[in-house]
């Protein structure tokens, strides 16, 4: 059993549509990332958050403790945003994180 | 420019041979990180340094060796006992373990 589940595993976009990715997790956590990878491999991190709502740009993160759940939102989405999109969580103790499968997402022109 | 490094981008060996992976930071962070990323699963945990001369094992750790000599170097060595070597290797870095973590651009191994 994956301690961290997100679906869509797949999806497929046309551009300007409105993205939501989702993110469950069945441990206790300390935080909650949201990661992006390129086809070249490539890791960035978008947000990291432990409560509420974080926004950048055309990114939304928000997060809802109780339910243990997390979505990741993209508005006006764009073909430069397809990638694969990461859940992680970072255990309470603070010393084990744990890797969602991804979200592999493309936009088409 | 603040970052991570990891070289080879794209690594060959034969069955057998021991192979190093480098990665290097210059974020003057503490606490670094080997994962493996294999299709289909998400990024699993190979070894973790949380401070210069200390490393600990992690999730799937066999097979593989680590040394944490320098604050900004962490290479990993994939030796002949791992079984299933071929995979994209993750190096990352945070200022301590309760922090965000910034990844290198990674290397994939492929063994024959």
Avoid at chain 1, 7 to 24: D, H, M, R, V, W
Avoid at chain 1, 55 to 78: C, V, W
Avoid at chain 2, 3 to 14: A, D, N, V
């Amino acid at each position: 059993k994956n301690e961290v589940e997100q679906s869509p595993q797949n999806l497929t976009a046309q551009e300007g549509e409105f993205i939501t990715i989702n993110c469950s997790y069945s441990v206790g956590i300390s935080a909650l990332h949201w990661l992006q990878q390129h086809p070249g491999g490539g890791i960035v991190s978008l947000f990291m958050l432990s409560s509420g709502k974080k926004k950048h740009g055309r990114l939304i993160a928000t997060i809802n403790i109780q339910e243990k759940h997390s979505s990741l939102h993209i508005t006006a989405s764009h073909p430069r945003d397809s990638a694969v999109y990461i859940c992680a969580v970072r255990s309470l103790a603070g010393n084990q994180f744990y890797f969602g499968t991804g979200t592999s997402l493309t936009v088409i022109p | 420019d603040g970052g991570i490094t990891q070289s080879p981008k794209y690594l060959f060996r034969k069955e057998g041979q021991n192979v190093t992976l480098s990665c290097e930071q210059n974020l003057n962070h503490d606490a670094m990180y080997w994962y493996r990323q294999d299709p289909g699963q998400g990024l699993r945990l190979i070894y973790y340094s949380q401070i210069v001369n200390d490393f600990q094992k992690g999730d799937i750790a066999e097979g593989y060796s680590v040394s944490r000599e320098k604050k900004e170097s962490f290479p990993l060595t994939v030796t002949s006992a791992q079984k299933n070597p071929t995979a994209f290797y993750l190096c990352a870095s945070s200022k301590d373990r309760a922090y965000e973590q910034y990844f290198g651009p990674g290397t994939r191994l492929t063994v024959t």
